[in-house]
């Protein structure tokens, strides 16, 4: 995506947006809840958003809502998109860099995701520690723009080691138990088999999904810091007898919405400061 485009889109949300968000959140598959707790919220169709895609995924509504939360000037992606959904990675990761030309520093992502590690129970959240890119591509794929990022990016602390403390810390203070690991991104859009969740396994993934990692490394390309959520809304293919499902997924993420709002809200409070 070029310079242009994104200005053209960062232009048409400053005309409507209240003030210049500071944080920017990106809700995943049945998180988009949280939205609805920003106050003085502006809520804007992706499709009045010149380069924006369209939410074709259940659970994900389609609009950005700006306004305050916690003290703190936001931007909230309710609802994201995925490569699945026939998206370029470049599409896919749009809005993160209208988020950073907008001024957003900090990106929280969320996301709902199968439990490989066999400790995880559905409705756990998990903070993302790593993450492993098995979608086979890369959103920076193609000429580098250098004003945007460098050619070749650092991953060595793709999710920020003072956010994850800062959440670690909010976590404890409400107590919320909170999960540490390893997201892999799956391409989708079928689910993985149980052969391929052993291997996950076998790789040290502890959570699989079909997002967040392309929108990661974009923000880490722009020098954004991030702090990953997952939701564990269901078992990995083969840990169970039970066939996977969307709904599932979505009811399952909507039940625990209650500690994932109090969670994010904290550490939004936190970085307000
Ligand atoms: C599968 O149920 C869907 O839920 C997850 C997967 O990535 C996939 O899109 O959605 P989010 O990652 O957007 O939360």
Same mark, same amino acid.
């Given at each position: 995506m070029d310079r242009q485009a994104i200005e053209k889109a960062a232009d048409v949300l400053r005309q409507r947006m209240p003030a210049p968000p500071a944080i920017g959140l990106i809700l995943g598959s049945g998180l *988009?809840? !949280?939205?609805? #707790?920003? #106050?003085?919220a502006v809520r804007i169709p992706? @499709? @009045? &958003? =010149?380069g924006f895609p369209v939410s074709t995924v @259940?659970?994900?509504?389609g609009r950005l809502v700006c306004g305050r939360l916690e003290g703190a000037s936001v931007v909230a992606m309710q609802g994201r998109f995925h490569y699945y959904e026939g998206y370029s990675l470049r599409e896919v990761t749009f809005p993160v860099r209208v988020m950073k030309a907008l001024g957003v520093r900090e990106l929280i992502v969320t996301n709902a995701a199968g439990g490989v590690n066999e400790q995880f129970r559905p409705g756990d959240l998990m903070m993302i520690s790593d993450h492993i890119n !098995? !979608?086979? /591509? %890369? =959103? !920076? &794929? *193609? =000429? %580098?723009?250098p004003e945007l990022g460098p050619r070749f990016p650092d991953? /060595? @602390?793709?999710?920020?080691r003072r956010l994850r403390q800062l959440a670690k810390d909010a976590a404890a203070r409400l107590g919320i138990r909170l999960h540490e690991g390893v997201y892999v991104a799956n391409i989708g859009p079928s689910y993985e088999t149980p052969a391929e969740i052993r291997m996950i396994r076998v790789l040290g993934g502890d959570a699989v999904g079909m997002s967040t990692v392309p929108e990661v490394i974009v923000a880490r390309h722009a020098g954004m810091e991030v702090l990953g959520i997952s939701c564990i809304s269901n078992l990995a293919a *083969?840990? /169970?007898d039970a066939p996977l499902h969307h709904d599932e997924v979505v009811e399952t993420a909507e039940r625990v919405k209650a500690d994932f709002l109090r969670l994010i809200k904290a550490v939004v409070a936190e970085l307000a400061k």
């Open positions: *988009g809840v !949280l939205a609805d #707790e920003i #106050e003085e992706y @499709e @009045e &958003i =010149p @259940e659970g994900h509504a !098995l !979608l086979g /591509t %890369n =959103p !920076l &794929i *193609g =000429p %580098n723009d991953m /060595t @602390e793709a999710y920020s *083969g840990m /169970t």
